[in-house]
């Protein structure tokens, strides 16, 4: 990868040095801006994370590690499937199987906790009348943890950004990041406001989304 791509994906630093350890912290990570919008329908998106190959039907994904779709047409949801191989997280302390909304910085590695494997897990949001630990928002990014095989046979962790709407049949997978390192965790990272709510100004992390 070009020194101007990495310089690309990180925050302008105070100073070269911050740059320089900034371009090559995490250089085992991989990066896909996808930008994908899930159709709304009982098929929705397969994606092979590592390929970067996304399509209606699974035969037309070779390799495909999840399916995101809608459940039932009639009742917006966001579902998840997972191949041989592939599990979704649960947020620290959520109740139940369902897929989990990570918080900014949270880790995504064997120490889970996890979904059980090759199984379909839907989102629960939160409503004006109920909330829950884990649970989906609307209107705003959702980040999900994921973990895959690939094409090696050795499993890798990753997260996506998922921007949702009004409901949850209006959302957009914005990236996903993957440690291309076998069994290595991969932090999640927030959003350009969030950092700068947190304080964090690029050199505690080094990756930033727009």
Not at 14 to 26: D, G, L, P
Not at 50 to 56: A, C, E, F, P
Not at 91 to 107: I, R
């Amino acid at each position: 990868m070009s020194i101007e791509t990495r310089l690309g994906r990180h925050f302008v630093a105070a100073s070269a040095v911050a740059v320089t350890f900034a371009a090559s912290a995490h250089a085992s990570v991989a990066y896909w801006n996808c930008n994908l919008s899930i159709p709304a329908t009982t098929t929705g998106l397969y994606m092979n994370v590592q390929t970067q190959s996304t399509g209606s039907t699974g035969v037309g994904v070779a390799g495909w590690d999840f399916n995101i779709y809608t459940t039932v047409l009639s009742v917006p949801s966001l579902t998840m499937y997972g191949a041989i191989g592939t599990q979704f997280m649960r947020a620290p302390g959520q109740f139940g199987y369902s897929v989990g909304n990570l918080n900014a910085e949270q880790q995504v590695g064997s120490a889970g906790p996890w979904n059980p494997p090759s199984d379909a897990y839907s989102a629960v949001f939160n409503t004006p009348t109920q909330s829950g630990v884990g649970n989906w928002n609307y209107n705003t990014i959702n980040y999900f943890g994921f973990k895959f095989v690939a094409n090696t046979g050795y499993t890798h962790y990753g997260y996506g950004r998922m921007d949702v709407g009004a409901n949850a049949n209006i959302r957009t997978i914005r990236f996903i990041e993957w440690d291309t390192t076998p069994d290595a965790p991969v932090g999640v990272v927030p959003a350009p406001g969030v950092l700068a709510v947190l304080g964090m100004a690029g050199i505690g992390r080094s990756r930033r989304r727009s």
